[in-house]
């Protein structure tokens, strides 16, 4: 994604090939404009994207901080991207590794395999592999780009697969999560992830995040707190504990760090 010229722009590999989308917002609402193959299909998904069928009826948001960032970002959803591949990928980069490991190995395999997005794109935003690209990329590649063996093998795994994948965006939620977690090397924590991203679920949590137990204590209850004590905090906000995180992590509140931080490593020398 890119934000340039007051318009979002997104690339991704849709089911009718490499797109492009612009949304621009304006008064009068979102003007969606797209690019390439897969332009059409973009349009289309726009409302999911915008989250049209997240349904925050329900949500009552009991904490003070809760209360208050909701109260300042009216209109909050969930989004779906219903491109379960173009979420995977990045998220398994993220398995095991600082965000800035994944960032730059992202960004290397998209700047050396990704196709420049179609249209009048931004500068430098590229479309991820379609599921055959991702799973014949040479193992010298992922090297290249920082990447181990395990995510690698987890990566080939779901772009063999990638068909049933995108298919479980029909499917109802639970269900496609158990679909994801079929897949060789997808725990809970990335199944989490991509079916808040793909699948538009508003209920999904990371476990296993190294650091998300301890902001979501920190926010909800003033201290620092485990899986299963932020599990314990977020119960009563059940199928809204997803958009709970979100509105944590548009807080602005941090937790106070207690130990060194996890040093960036370099896979490519390893």
Do not use: N
Not at 106 to 119: I, K, Q
Not at 144 to 160: E, K, L
Not at 169 to 181: G, T
């Amino acid at each position: 994604m890119r934000w340039a010229d007051g318009a979002l722009w997104r690339s991704g590999w849709t089911p009718a090939g490499p797109g492009t989308l612009r949304l621009r917002a304006g008064r009068d609402g979102v003007e969606a404009a797209a690019w390439g193959p897969g332009g059409g299909w973009l349009v289309d998904s726009v409302p999911d994207l915008l989250g049209v069928r997240d349904d925050p009826s329900g949500f009552r948001p009991r904490h003070p901080l809760l209360r208050e960032v909701a109260r300042r970002h009216p209109g909050l959803r969930i989004p779906r991207s219903r491109l379960v591949l173009d979420s995977l990928v990045p998220a398994v980069l993220e398995q095991k590794v600082t965000s800035v490991e994944a960032r730059r190995s992202w960004c290397e395999l998209l700047r050396r395999h990704g196709e420049p997005a179609p249209g009048p794109a931004p500068r430098g935003l590229r479309v991820p592999l379609p599921p055959w690209g991702w799973r014949d990329l040479p193992g010298w590649e992922w090297h290249r780009a920082g990447v181990d063996g395990a995510r690698v093998r987890t990566v080939r795994a779901a772009a063999t697969v990638a068909r049933r994948l995108e298919d479980a965006c029909e499917l109802p939620v639970d269900v496609a999560r158990r679909r994801l977690r079929a897949v060789p090397g997808v725990g809970p924590w990335t199944a989490a992830e991509v079916a808040t991203r793909a699948l538009g679920d508003a209920d999904a949590v990371a476990v296993g995040d190294l650091h998300l137990p301890r902001l979501v204590g920190w926010a909800l209850a003033g201290r620092p707190t485990d899986d299963a004590g932020m599990l314990e905090l977020l119960e009563e906000y059940r199928p809204h504990r997803a958009r709970v995180i979100r509105l944590v992590e548009l807080s602005g509140v941090r937790a106070p760090r207690f130990g060194p931080r996890a040093a960036p490593r370099d896979m490519r020398s390893m």
